[in-house]
């Protein structure tokens, strides 16, 4: 077995996760792949190959929203405020925020919530997220948000007059690559995720809300993310699917040195490292691990992650579905660690 065949073996036999897919790459091309598992244990079981497409869950954030940012920059002001392109944030709460704010985590949106139970789709989504009471001033602090990215997605759509779908795979997707898609649709290819919405049912009740549409069967061939899901599939928070490979392809324009500035820390002086939709390795919640400062990555609540290291023109991919058929109470970042230590070793 190579030494990914034996991490993933190593992790499916402890639980972490039922099956995934591990990759190693560069500017060049790549170097380690290995695949692992099931894609689907419910209602029928499906083994992993190293072409099943991942729900990324939140590496769409960087992969979408973040390479957008670059194929629209210097066009797009990070400094202007959301007002520039939706008047009804001209009057919020949220006095100072920028674009660059939400995209570094900084704006005082809270962590989550669940816009679905107060209107769903787009236009209800922008009224609820301008009426949430803020969590902290802009810049005050880094709050990893969703909602900062739901929004986000809204502003990239009106910059670049096209739906985000649209919009990434003529600028993004077709340009690396990458056959990388939202709304792949249930097929054998297609690992799947929760059964049932649970993890969103209790957050939802715990926040003293309702709502009366929640999912009952297999998440499976749509996103996760049931902010995403009730927007049409298509968010720049969530919903992106891909294989390892589409991962790389990805990533492998970020190690060019002239996006250095989009992924230095921005937050220096706050609780955790943040680039422009990128995680740095400082901070708690990141997953770094035996890299040098400049490397970046994200990571996705599915099980997903991608880290690059500039320095060493390394990408490492880590695509599993951790919660399917359900949420397992593990220390997930953990799992990853154990995987970049591995290949950075």
């Given at each position: 077995m190579t030494r990914l065949e034996e991490l993933l073996a190593g992790e499916i036999e402890k639980g972490s996760f039922p099956g995934g897919v591990a990759l190693v790459g560069g500017v060049e091309g790549v170097t380690d792949l290995a695949a692992a598992g099931f894609a689907v244990r419910d209602p029928e079981e499906i083994a992993v190959s190293?072409?099943?497409?991942?729900?990324?869950?939140?590496?769409?954030?960087?992969?979408v929203c973040g390479a957008l940012v670059a194929a629209a920059l210097p066009a797009l002001d990070l400094k202007s405020s959301p007002a520039r392109y939706l008047p009804e944030w001209k009057a919020t709460r949220y006095d100072g925020i920028t674009l660059e704010s939400l995209l570094t985590h900084t704006s005082g949106l809270p962590a989550w919530y669940p816009l679905y139970a107060r209107g769903e789709g787009a236009a209800a989504y922008r009224r609820t997220l301008g009426s949430i009471e803020p969590e902290a001033k802009p810049g005050e602090r880094v709050i990893y948000s969703d909602l900062n990215f739901l929004l986000f997605g809204d502003l990239l759509e009106l910059h670049l007059s096209a739906p985000l779908d649209t919009a990434f795979a003529k600028l993004v997707g077709q340009p690396a690559g990458s056959a990388a898609a939202f709304l792949p649709g249930r097929?054998?290819?297609?690992a799947a995720t929760e059964r049932g919405d649970v993890?969103?049912?209790r957050m939802t009740a715990e926040m003293g809300l309702s709502y009366p549409r929640f999912r009952d069967g297999v998440v499976w061939g749509e996103v996760h993310d049931g902010n995403a899901f009730r927007r049409g599939g298509v968010a720049g928070n969530a919903g992106l699917f891909a294989s390892a490979r589409d991962v790389w392809s990805l990533a492998r324009p970020w190690l060019d040195p002239a996006r250095a500035e989009m992924t230095r820390d921005r937050t220096g002086e706050l609780s955790e490292a943040r680039g422009l939709a990128w995680q740095g390795g400082r901070g708690a919640g990141s997953a770094a691990a035996s890299m040098p400062a400049s490397a970046f990555g994200h990571t996705g609540f599915t099980g997903t992650s991608v880290w690059v290291d500039p320095e060493a023109g390394r990408i490492a991919v880590l695509l599993t579905n951790r919660i399917h058929p359900q949420a397992r109470p593990i220390d997930f970042n953990g799992v990853r660690k154990r995987f970049h230590e591995a290949v950075w070793s």
């Open positions: 190293v072409d099943t497409l991942y729900d990324l869950a939140s590496l769409t954030k960087p992969l097929s054998p290819r297609v993890t969103e049912r």
